[in-house]
């Protein structure tokens, strides 16, 4: 079972790095059927196959200029602090704070549920 467990960790582990993020387009053809022009390097549909001049740009329309018209999707930003810290350059985020009221509330509902118990119980014992 240990073994089982260790291998499925590492396999885990071992998939984002080998994953593939994306392919090149194999020709210009299937990239202007996707609706993909001006390729820039960097972007996952780019290979080097694409850019005949060697310049970066891969199925290149409209001259040396153009837009590329499929941009790479990116993941949207995430917090990188769970707590701004006090005097920290505001930055047009807003952080959603949690003074932790509520497990203090739900702590204090518990005491007093057990302390209720044990007097019950003590006066219950006492009549016996």
Same mark, same amino acid.
């Given at each position: ?8 960790? #590492?396999?885990?582990?071992? =998939? ?25 390097? %960097?972007?996952?549909?780019? *290979? =080097? ?6 310049? +970066?740009?891969?199925?290149?329309? @409209?001259? #040396? @200029? %153009? ?16 707590q701004m810290p006090v005097g920290g350059?505001?930055? +047009?985020?807003?952080?959603? =704070?949690?003074? %932790?009221? *509520?497990?203090?509330?739900? @702590? %204090? ?7 209720? =118990?044990?007097i019950v119980r003590r006066r219950m014992? *006492?009549?016996?």
């Open positions: 079972m240990a073994v089982a467990a260790v291998v499925g960790f #590492s396999a885990l582990t071992a =998939t984002p790095a080998n994953a593939i993020v994306g392919a090149a387009y194999a020709n210009c053809t299937e990239a202007a059927a996707a609706g993909a022009f001006n390729i820039p390097v %960097g972007d996952p549909g780019y *290979g =080097t196959h694409l850019d005949r001049d060697n310049d +970066g740009i891969g199925c290149e329309q @409209g001259g #040396s @200029g %153009g837009a590329v018209v499929q941009a790479p999707v990116q993941a949207p930003a995430q917090a990188q602090v769970a350059a505001p930055t +047009g985020v807003t952080q959603e =704070t949690d003074n %932790g009221m *509520g497990f203090l509330a739900l @702590g %204090g509902l518990v005491a007093a549920a057990a302390t209720g =118990t044990v014992a *006492g009549q016996a």
